[in-house]
């Protein structure tokens, strides 16, 4: 009965299959196969990724929990523990791109708070196809929508992320969100269904045919009509949602609950499988009594609906009682629908018989791992290399066109319709570097960013790997916040491709590598592979959340400038890389050439110096050169002050203007001081053997930078704003014909 | 003085209220449960922002028929002092307790930024504490805040000093650019005729601590206080002596009671 | 018995969601299109209840509930018996 | 011309929002509503189009710009000659 079409439709393998039947000792029934089917795909399985994950490091001074749980957990410290974790929707939010997008957000915020910690913070990495395309614009806005309509309604501040254009991005956009949860540390739950006996209690949410993959299948069965029934997008539903945070924290506060785990992808099948797994046990589930909200579900459908805002509880039976008191009080069903074994089984019943009959190890744990063989792509040597082009005569020209570019304009399109605000946390806002949050009642304070460079990754996918693991650390120390660990959002093509598995391997390579630099864990993350249109794959997109903590929030400095007549010090060093820059890109249309070199030593000095400096409070405003280059990265210091201040800088290197202006060489921190301080921060950095130099000063209502004597760029602050300002609702306003 | 906080179901700046009014005010301060009908005592009631039943339908719409909001009018007719903000504002808007309705921002995006906002009559028991003309540099974070009034009710409002509230510039300049949301006539604020229940949509308990980047929201709380100790007969003296909880970074369970 | 009501601004009152969706049709070349409204539809369905009854209840219901008589109007109609 | 366009979730897509208006008229009592979908409607004025053209461009409108069918279904009429 299951046949070369089913195995098809299911994504297995005539292999896999055998290794099944061998496994559970007989043939698989449908819905069987449909368990083992979602379990062992790429999304829940990891196949083709496990191998090389394994080279992540996953030990470190502040960890409590690394990968393998709903989330990572850091040590805070005064018993507060950070549970943090990244998705990505980027499928579904090119079908749908308001639900799909919203329903990501769902799905992160309950693996936070199925671990006993109450989200705090959501980041958001999205990235589209260039806006001058009215599809890619529609497929933006309704993202963003999507974003802010979840997150704004459960009362989560969405405190930061990047936005990013790119062709490749076109027919698969990114959508990639993070959570960031906070919780007592000694009161932190996990998926195990501990306890034989036990009962297992379904809460929130009824299910519906929502997300059943397998899709296509066996249609016979479902009737004609199983297209029309079966939509591959769910919606969301962010007020349930609310209900059942403070639902399940309730109950956790209370001691109701043995293990938890939120029903996300493969809902009901993955949620019961692994939390038996986890415990040694088995589970025993009636079908009949699952909520549902449709008729005539079959037992397929129910262990394979991906309905929203559920979650499975394991609690000890006198403990029911009060459990569904607390969840009635919150106005959500919670039903006791089996209870947990000792067999190692699951096994479900409906209508009386016996539909599901198998070992959860097999399930879980016994996914078979490729190791897919690798090859570099042919583009790789002609793109390495690229001659340089001749210099544009008007520089200061170019710098207008730099910041107006969507992906180094102003961003506030996109976060003004998220609420940043709810909880009374956030001290730095959206538009720095990495977003604080105070921790009330406490000196320290938390702070986080998500960065990734595609282009980077593109041209060499290892250095790309290293260079976003190394860029969200010193957006951090910008702050002046320590690294702490790591979650990461792998987006790819279709792994079955050599290429695009060398560019995994090597992508995955380089951030472990950067991570043992840093000696910060990963705790967990997310692969994203198949990302590809028409056989044309994505550009290799590494996506990176690093957290780090804040000693002292009173000393975390402004992402703008402050005063007048204040001191500008670079710390790093300009060279001449040009190599995969934006202005490549923008100006002569190239994406060629190596990315900026990256030495860790000197990285992790400039950064130690940055963080040394901020906690001695000599630092008004500190802010990492990267995307744009050291010109950008000053001009941004001037758009993001509260005065509009100007600043005129004067350097002598020796390289090229434009190289100078708009190179995005690695390693370099603008920090901006009174006078007195700023030689105390020279002295700090010549302590730390940092190259550091004076370049200039604010002030003034003009942006102008020298080189070599000449003015090479002469703005007024004004002007450069409105442009940087306006690029992106610029394209807004044509697409609604105003 | 005793303050109470309506916990609705989807209501998400309940306890960032709570916050502001306990541990930054110092006032004692309680949750009312949605379903309960004790107002437990307070001396004012607040009806916090959030999402109260999603914003499902209208906001507020929804919200307006919970047991507590019996209670919350009838505490309301009997002169006690109730504020409205965002959420809670368009709360007090469907049940009938301030006039007028919420329309979606102009922009049909919603919007969480700071704006400014000018204290158009300082002499009521939320603005006491304020400066005449006064701006008030105050978050807000909504997607319905576009207030409308039909021209009769706009002309009854302004004549009883109605108006608390309008979206102005940095300057105080009631601009068309400062008004974000389209409201008319930059409406942020208005209080009934008795002048003892003000909606607002900007959020002051955002706008309470140094650290979040202004504290110009304390004004309306402070106002709230003074009016209160006045009303018991302690003058515009000290405050009661509250012991100061100890603050944590997690919140405690909202509406574990 | 199921019922629909469906709710719409006033025409005194600005719709910015129908003017929205009315510039979006004339940028996609729709130019017969003249002017748009935007509300919001409800479908309900009834049970234990006959045609008087749901004459009285349904607007009831709508005045109460469904629409914001400050702002918005209704119409109502049974669509299956 | 005045066309109305009613957008629905399709049946199988769960309607938090029209859960919601349920549960609330249940509570207020209002016994007999079984259940409530929430939709959007829009009533479009045409110029200078006929019958035909217009049964031509409404349903390419509803399905481009008003519905997104992988979730959603529309229906519609011509109100107004
Ligand atoms: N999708 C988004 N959501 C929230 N905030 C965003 C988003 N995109 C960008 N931002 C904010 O805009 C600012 C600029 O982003 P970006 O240029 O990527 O910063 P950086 O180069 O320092 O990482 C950051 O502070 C970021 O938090
Ligand atoms: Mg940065």
Redesign the interface.
Known sequence: MIDEKILADHNLTRDEYEYIVKLIGREPNLTELGIFSVMWSEHCGYKSSKVYLKRFPTKGKYLIQGPGENAGVLDLG?G?AVVFKIESHNHPSY??PY?GAATGVGGILRDIFTMGA?PVAVLDSLRFGPLDNPKNRAIMEGVV?GI??YG????VPTVGGEVYFHECYSQNPLVNVCCVG???KDRLFFARAQGVGNAVIYVG?KT???GIHGATMASAEFGKDTE?????????????E??LL?AC??AM?KNLIVGIQDMGAAGLTCSTTEMAAKAGTGMEINLDLVPQ??EGMSPYEIMLSE??ERMLIVAEPDKVQELQKIFS???LDAVVIGKVTDDGQLKAYFHGELVIDIPVKAVVDLCPAYRRPAKTPAFIKKISRFKMPEMPSDLNQVFLQMVASPNLADKEWV??????????N??V?PGADSAVL?????KKGLAMTLDGNSRYAYLNPRRGGQIAVAEACRNLACAGAMPMGVTNCLNFGNPEKPEIMWQFKEAVEGIAEACHQFDIPVTGGNVSFYNETEGKAIYPTPVLGIVGLVED??AVPSAGFLGNKEVIILLGENKEELGGSEYLKLVFDEEKGQPPALHFETEKRVQECCRQAIRQKLVRTAHDVSDGGLAVALAECSFKSPKKIGFEVKLNDQIRTDALLFGESQSRIILVAKEKNARKIMALARKLKVKAKFIGKTGGKKMVIWHKKKKVVDQTVEMAYNAWKNAIPGYFKI???? | MKFGVVVFPGSNCDYDTFHALQNVMGQETVFLWHKDHDLQRVDGVVLPGGFSYGDYLRSGAIARFSPIMAEVKKFAEAGGLVLGICNGFQILLEAGLLPGAMLRNKNLKFLCQHVHIRVENQKTAFTNAARKGQVLRIPIAHFDGNYYADPELLAELEKNKQIVFRYCNEKGQVTEGANVNGSVSNIAGIINREGNVLGLMPHPERASEKILGSEDGRVIFQSMINYLEKKAGRGKKKATKVVKPKVTPLPPLIGTF | MKVRILVFLKPSVLDPQGQTVRNALLTLGYKSVKDVRQGKAFEIELENVDRLEAEKIIPEIADKVLANPIIEKFTWEIIEA
């Open positions: 005064d507060l079908i749908e639900q109450r929508s802010s309509g704004n309604s459960f009362g906070l919780a007592e949410a519906g045919r929502d029309q029934k079966r939509p591959n997008v769910q919606v969301g539903d962010p007020f349930k609310k209900l403070e924290l309730e506060a909200r449709e309905s929203q009080k919150w106005d976060y003004r319709q998220y609420d940043h605000m709810v909880q009374v956030t001290m806002l105070r921790l009330k009642g406490l929030v009173s697409s609604k014909g105003e």
